[in-house]
């Protein structure tokens, strides 16, 4: 795997050691070469959402990174803030904007901890898609949060064809409620490259 952090590599990782490397090294510039360079507009889509469906806090925000969608979270008056990703380093960037109430250094697939009790939301932006997290993230998310709370997760629009989502909430329809999806564009009309009108799905739920 290539160890030049850009979004091709991003989609390209295969291990959670992948994912960490590529993270390590992107971490310290990824605001300004990734996100504002790139219009990318997702995490502000999936903070949005979550609050226009009477989400609120205490809340955990999966695959965290730098904070990008925390902060829209904060911006819009959600409180008690938790992060959570696979990457210490992107984490540590992160926890230097007084976002997070706690974060942890966590991999979804291995189960997320609730130190306090299963959280009243969860949201995760950019975490679900090429070269990341497939469905079977959903289900530990899910864990983590209380009955009735309400989640929201973008999941990039190609890789919800092509990975199993559809099945795997299928599987899920008797722990959720309130189900909805809505296609929403990734990067704004600064955008440019081959990326640039790539769209993601924000899925919707209430926990049963």
């Known amino acids: 795997m290539t160890k030049d952090p850009s979004l091709d590599a991003a989609y390209a990782l295969e291990t959670p050691d992948d994912s960490k490397r590529l993270y390590a090294a992107w971490a310290g510039t990824y605001d300004s070469d ?35 969608c ?16 696979i990457s210490a380093d992107m984490l540590e960037v992160a926890r230097a904007k007084g976002i ?13 901890a609730t130190p306090d009790g299963p959280y009243q939301g ?28 309400r989640i929201v997760i973008s999941v990039n629009a190609q890789h919800y064809a092509t990975s199993g989502f559809d099945a795997e909430l299928t599987r899920l329809e ?24 790539d769209t993601a799905l924000l899925i919707a739920f209430r926990k049963a």
């Open 34 to 68: 990734f996100a504002r360079n790139s219009d990318y507009i997702l995490p502000e889509q999936v903070a949005r959402h979550f609050v226009n469906i009477g989400g609120f806090g205490p809340v955990l925000d999966v695959g965290a990174g730098t904070g990008l």
């Open 100 to 112: 997070y109430r706690a974060t942890r250094v966590e991999n979804i697939l291995n189960g997320l």
């Open 122 to 149: 969860a949201v995760s932006s950019g975490t679900f898609t090429n070269g990341h997290v497939g469905p079977d993230g959903i289900a530990p998310l899910l864990a983590a949060v209380r009955s009735a709370g």
């Open 174 to 197: 008797t722990a959720i409620d309130d189900l909805t999806t809505t296609e929403v564009a990734i990067y704004g009309p600064a955008a440019t490259g081959d990326h640039a009108r």
């Open 70 to 85: 925390g902060a829209a979270l904060q911006a819009r008056g959600i409180e008690n803030i938790d992060g959570t990703d």
